[in-house]
C-alpha cells in the first residue's frame, strides 16, 4: 500500500482543476476558463487498492498585483514543501513562456526533495508535430533550471486521455503506508466551502475580465429547513457574493436581475447534485471596497 500527497502546480488556468476532479473521479474543485479560479489549496483523494493519492489542487503561481495575489502564492510554496510529488502542469496548446520558466525556476530555487512530474495538460488541443515539439522543450527545462523530472506525460483531462497514465505514475513515486483519509471520501472540504465554490463558478461564467479577482462568496447562513417532513428535505443556503465596486454590484446583478436569477439556477442545481436534497438559494450582492488589497478584509475572508 502506498499513500501520500501530491499537488499540481502551473500558472493560471492550466488546466490543475480539471485534471484534479478527473482522477478524483468527482467534481472537488471548481473549473472556469478565467485565471485565479482557484483561491485556496483544495484536496481531492483517489482511493485505489493499492493506494491512497491526495491531491493538493493549488492557485496558480502568477506575479502578483494584490496583497491576494501574494497570499495566494504563499499557498503555493507553503504546500510545495509538504508534498511527495509536484505535477508541473504546462498546457499543450500554448508555448511555454516566461510564466512557465518562472515557476520551474521557483521550484528548482526551492530545493525540495518531491519527485517532479511533467504533464502537457490540454494534449486534446494540439497536433502531433506541436506536442513533440513542447516535448522536447519540457525536456530542455532539466538543464536550464537543474531539475530532474521523474516523466513527463501528455494528458487530457476533457478527453480523459492518459489520465490514468498520470494516476499511474503519481501512485508509484509516493512513499509506503497507510491510508490518510477513510475509504470513500473524496474530499476533505467543508461543505459549506464547497457550496461557496460552487455559486462562484457559476458567477464567473460569462463576466467581464476585471470581475473574476474581485469576486468572492461566502455562505452566511446553512441549515435544513426545520418544519419539512423526514422524505421531503430543503435545504435553506443564504449566501453574498462580494465584489470591490458598486459598477461590479450592477454586472453581478444585471437588467432587471436577470444575471442575478441565472446565477441562482445554474447553482442551486449543483449544490443539490453536491448535498442530495433540493435547495433554497438566496443571493445577495455586496461591496466591500478593495478587498483584494485590504489586510483586515483579507483576514476576515479567511485569506
Known amino acids: 500500500m502506498r499513500s501520500g500527497f501530491a499537488c499540481f502546480v502551473g500558472r493560471p488556468n492550466a488546466g490543475k482543476s480539471t485534471l484534479t476532479n478527473a482522477l478524483v473521479g468527482a467534481k472537488v474543485a471548481i473549473a472556469s476558463s478565467k485565471p485565479q479560479t ?83 495538460t490540454k494534449s486534446d488541443l494540439t497536433s502531433r508535430a506541436r506536442m513533440a515539439q513542447h516535448l522536447l522543450k519540457i525536456a530542455s527545462l532539466e538543464e536550464q533550471f537543474g531539475i530532474q523530472w521523474a516523466s513527463i506525460i501528455p494528458v487530457s483531462a ?38 461557496a465554490e460552487l455559486i462562484r463558478e457559476a458567477a464567473l461564467e460569462g463576466v467581464r475580465d476585471e470581475l473574476p479577482h474581485s469576486l468572492m462568496v461566502v455562505v452566511d447562513e446553512l441549515g435544513e429547513r426545520p418544519d419539512r417532513p423526514a422524505d421531503k428535505p430543503l435545504l435553506d443556503v443564504y449566501a453574498s457574493m462580494i465584489v470591490e465596486r458598486d459598477s461590479q454590484k450592477g454586472i453581478m446583478i444585471g437588467h432587471a436581475g436577470e444575471r442575478l436569477k ?42
Open 38 to 120: 482557484t483561491r485556496h489549496a483544495v484536496r481531492g483523494i483517489v482511493n485505489r487498492p493499492d493506494a491512497q493519492l491526495v491531491l493538493i489542487d493549488t492557485p496558480g503561481l502568477h506575479r502578483p498585483r494584490t496583497l491576494l495575489g501574494e497570499r495566494l502564492n504563499d499557498v503555493v510554496r507553503d504546500t510545495w514543501s509538504e508534498v511527495d510529488v509536484i505535477g508541473v502542469c504546462l498546457p499543450a496548446n500554448q508555448r511555454i513562456g516566461p510564466g512557465d520558466e518562472y515557476l520551474v525556476s521557483q521550484l528548482a530555487m526551492l530545493g525540495t526533495q518531491a519527485h517532479l512530474v511533467a504533464l502537457a
Open 262 to 303: 441565472e446565477i441562482g439556477t445554474v447553482a442551486r442545481k449543483q449544490i443539490a447534485e453536491l448535498v442530495g436534497m433540493p435547495v433554497h438559494l438566496d443571493l445577495k450582492v455586496k461591496v466591500l471596497k478593495d478587498w483584494q488589497r485590504n489586510p483586515k478584509h483579507l483576514n476576515r475572508l479567511g485569506f
Open 158 to 195: 476533457l478527453t480523459d486521455d492518459q489520465v490514468d497514465v498520470v494516476a499511474d505514475e503519481l501512485v508509484k513515486l509516493l512513499p509506503e503506508g497507510p491510508a490518510l483519509y477513510p475509504d470513500g471520501e473524496v474530499t476533505d472540504e467543508p461543505t459549506e466551502t464547497m457550496i
